[in-house]
């Protein structure tokens, strides 16, 4: 009973550390030598926080992977490094709120998705003020306010968090 017990805890210590090993930090690059990529990879699976760059060496997105697919929070920057979206993925889909960027950086909506796809409410900004709203399910426009008193009359806003 000993020896099995033994044998167990060597085993699950071993195939522990091996997955440990297996995580390690990589850096891709572009033929001109400048930075592509980099992060964390398990095995040849994308894995934990990376970094994408433009061929300019200026970063494009950044955020997590899990099991080679977008997921959490990511960030994605026009060539010129301005911000122009962030937002949540799940199995690398778009969900939850997006928020969306001019050239200038100053937000112009903002947009609850589901799989990629408007399903919920989205917020139209000009010179970051509230112009209108619009609801939409499953990609189809199903109402837009065009004032905010209206809007909140007709909608629980519980729903915009």
Avoid: P
């Avoid at 167990?8 to 930090?25: D, E, G, H, P, W």
């Avoid at 301005?82 to 939850?96: A, D, P, R």
């Avoid at 709120?97 to 409410?121: E, P």
Wanted: positive net charge; charged residues 30%.
């Amino acid at each position: 009973m000993k020896i099995k017990i033994l044998l167990i805890v060597l085993l699950t210590s071993f195939f522990m550390n091996m997955n440990a090993q297996s995580k390690r930090y990589v850096r891709n690059y572009y033929r001109n030598g400048i930075l592509k990529s980099e992060g964390w990879q398990e095995g040849n699976k994308r894995d934990g926080y990376w970094k994408l760059y433009h061929s300019s060496g200026n970063i494009s997105e950044m955020g997590h992977y899990k099991n080679d697919q977008k997921n959490g929070y990511w960030y994605s920057y026009s060539r010129g490094g301005i911000l122009i979206e962030e937002g949540h993925y799940s199995k690398g889909e778009k969900n939850k709120w997006w928020l969306f960027y001019d050239d200038l950086g100053n937000l112009i909506h903002k947009c609850q998705l589901d799989k990629g796809i408007k399903n919920g409410y989205c917020l139209m900004y000009e010179n970051e003020e509230l112009t209108s709203a619009l609801k939409y399910r499953r990609g189809k426009k199903l109402k837009e306010w065009h004032d905010f008193k209206s809007f909140k009359r007709e909608n629980n806003l519980l729903d915009l968090k």
